[in-house]
């Protein structure tokens, strides 16, 4: 998936929100924010990638799931190669994400053990 001209025009600004983000966290909570942060952007992908196929929760019923499997066998197969060009598409932008999480999950609670800790 290659990045557009709009993508690339919008790049600096989410960088700078980005850059916002984190930096908010760190005067918030120190380097332990910081993990914190990357928990939770850890956590909130890992939940879009589970339920990528249906929902997914323990308050769902069996047949909730039943219900999902009946209606993906009745998808055309044009419908469910729309359904795997989105899940593709976004795929990029979940590893993204993910190597994110674990950069500020590594750094900020190595950093909160290294030097917060006494």
Do not use: C
Not at 44 to 49: A, D, K, S, Y
């Amino acid at each position: 998936m290659k990045m557009t001209r709009i993508d690339w025009m919008l790049l600096p600004i989410l960088v700078g929100v980005l850059a916002l983000v984190v930096y908010g966290a760190f005067l918030l909570g120190g380097f332990f924010g910081l993990g914190l942060l990357g928990l939770i952007i850890g956590v909130i992908v890992q939940r879009i990638e589970l339920e990528k196929d249906g929902a997914v929760s323990n308050f769902m019923t069996t047949s909730l799931y039943a219900e999902q499997i009946k209606a993906q066998e009745r998808m055309t197969r044009a419908e469910k190669a729309e359904l795997r060009a989105e899940q593709q598409a976004t795929e990029r932008y979940r590893f993204v994400a993910k190597v994110v999480s674990a950069g500020l999950v590594i750094l900020g609670f190595g950093f909160f053990a290294l030097f917060q800790l006494p």
